[in-house]
């Protein structure tokens, strides 16, 4: 899929990803494998910054199924996985960063009943330098948080006032000057709403 497909983090005109029935991991599920290896998806800094956001959900006490760390050799193996991206794209877009989207998340492609290809999130590995927000490594955990959000079955929220701000806002710097690089209570109660 290419990323005008994508969910863009960063970009005001993003549109939620709506996943169909069945198109979020099972309501059953305790774990997912969040997929790493050496092959292009999730290489260097990217599968830092999953495992970081990975570990935002798992100490979240919802419901979510725990996302466990997959490193197999085929890139197909795993629930879902991260890939990396380096692709510059000016965009004015009214705040700090003018160079590209943070994240994206590629949606699941739904068959009759159960995902014909699986979900995988993207990173930009040029974002998030030191004198960005509140630095590169809070930044990047956060995107790649909120990217986990969407693998969930999360679609966006549209707050701008910090006291309702959630991890999952369309536009990443909002939470990020917010200070919310984690999931919130309301992004808690939405993900409980989608797993039993
Ligand atoms: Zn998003």
């Known amino acids: 899929m290419g990323l005008a497909g994508m969910a863009m983090v960063g970009l005001s005109a993003c549109q939620p990803p709506q996943l ?22 999730g290489d260097g800094a990217s599968n830092v910054w999953a ?15 725990t996302i466990v760390n997959y490193w197999p050799q085929d890139q197909n193996a795993g629930h879902f996985g991260v890939k990396e991206y380096t692709s510059n794209v000016s965009i004015n877009s009214g705040y700090t960063s003018t160079v590209g989207p ?23 590995t040029t974002k998030g330098s030191a004198n960005e927000r509140n630095g590169r490594q809070l930044w990047n955990y956060g995107v790649a948080a909120h990217e986990i959000g969407h ?19 369309s536009r990443n710097a909002t939470a990020q000057d917010c200070n919310v690089h984690h999931p919130t209570a309301g992004d808690k109660a939405a993900v409980n709403g989608i797993y039993d």
């Open 151 to 169: 693998a969930l079955g999360l679609g966006h929220t549209t707050n701008t006032d910090c006291a309702k701000v959630h991890l999952m806002e």
């Open 20 to 41: 169909g029935p069945g198109c979020h991991f099972a309501r059953s599920a305790s774990q997912v494998l969040l997929n790493h290896n050496a092959n292009g998806w």
């Open 51 to 65: 495992s970081g956001g990975r570990s935002h959900w798992n100490n979240a006490n919802t419901k979510a199924p």
């Open 102 to 124: 943070s994240g994206g998340f590629a949606p699941p492609t739904c068959g009759s009943s159960s995902w014909a290809t699986k979900p995988h999130i993207w990173l930009n």
